[in-house]
């Protein structure tokens, strides 16, 4: 929900998750929605970014 705290750690730890998983679709997407958001924390929002970055050069995220 959007007043929970730790909404943002969560969906970072679940991209984190997908990743790991070999799932780099379901990371980029969550990472995505992550950044998206207006009331990310600073900190959160570089660590997303250097996510999605290596997740974009690991040449695992379907081209469509």
């Known amino acids: 929900s959007a ?3 730790f909404r943002h750690s969560a969906r970072e730890a679940l991209a984190m ?3 790991k998983d070999g ?5 980029l997407l969550l990472i995505n929605e992550l950044l998206s958001d207006v009331q990310v924390p600073g900190g959160i929002a570089q660590r997303a970014t250097i996510i999605r970055d290596l997740i974009i050069s690991s040449g ?3 081209q469509g």
Do not use: M
């Open 17 to 19: 998750a997908a990743w």
């Open 3 to 5: 007043d929970n705290a």
């Open 60 to 62: 695992k995220v379907s």
């Open 23 to 27: 799932r780099a679709d379901d990371a």
